[in-house]
């Protein structure tokens, strides 16, 4: 199957500061790719989807000036979360579609997720 | 956001038991897809389910989706220990390109009794 990875799996920060989240689809191009969120205990909600080249789609109630996401080529998706508050801390994971090929057209592949925890 | 309703919330359950789950919906999914996560991973997809009434088995694992396309069942027999996980379903609207979005379910945990 399809491989995506994150990086990196674990972070701690500081309260205020910026951290940068990568997704990438290792043996497929993904035109496009998924950021959710998992708090403890809870499923996983959809915040954007991000498009290779365009701007991502965020979801309703997510900020996109605190979530910053770029899509820069068909393996790599960052989200940024920017000023981090310790309401930000939770499990971060990307899925990654693909753009067609092997695999059924409409198939999301998910990366190992990243925790976030913002002291 | 919309979340799917699944039961049971969690399951205690004796190696060698059969297990069923539901996920159900208001609202219709044109794809119903099930998957397994473990602590600290991306959930894995397990079954995809594309057309109403269809009855897909992967293994010991067997999923349904509804006629009415707003429920979809996943039945795992003769459990082993390596079944242990949260299992989550999802709907996707339109399996195509412009509503991809995958709506998740609230989970089922499962843990196996030695």
């Known amino acids: 199957g399809a491989v995506v990875s994150q990086h990196p799996s674990r972070v701690i920060c500081k309260s205020g500061t910026s951290v940068k989240i990568e997704c990438r689809s290792l043996?497929?191009?993904?035109?496009?790719m998924f950021w959710y969120r998992q708090f403890p205990k809870q499923s996983l909600m959809l915040m954007a989807t991000?498009?290779?080249?365009?701007?991502?789609?965020?979801e309703q109630g997510v900020e996109k000036d605190k979530f910053l996401i770029n899509h820069a080529s068909l393996t790599l998706s960052t989200l940024t979360v920017t000023s981090a508050h310790p309401e930000d801390s939770s499990f971060y994971i990307c899925?990654?579609?693909?753009?067609?090929?092997?695999?059924?057209?409409?198939?999301?592949?998910f990366g190992p997720g990243t925790r976030l925890t913002v002291l | 956001g919309q979340q799917l309703n699944q039961s049971p919330q969690s399951m205690f359950i004796q190696e060698g038991e059969d297990v069923s789950m539901n996920c159900t919906s208001s609202s219709i999914f044109n794809t119903w897809l099930w998957y397994k996560q473990e602590p600290g991973e991306g959930p894995v997809l397990l079954i995809a389910l594309y057309k109403a009434g269809e009855l897909t088995s992967n293994g010991r694992l067997t999923a349904q989706f509804g006629i009415t396309r707003k429920d979809s069942f996943l039945n795992i027999s003769a459990s082993i220990p390596s079944d242990v996980g949260i299992y989550f379903c999802a709907g996707q609207v339109a399996p195509n390109f412009g509503n991809e979005k995958l709506t998740f379910g609230t989970g089922t945990r499962l843990t196996i009794i030695p």
């Open positions: 991000s498009n290779e080249g365009s701007k991502a789609t965020y």
């Open positions: 899925s990654a579609r693909v753009a067609g090929g092997r695999f059924s057209y409409n198939e999301q592949f």
């Open positions: 043996d497929f191009q993904a035109t496009t």
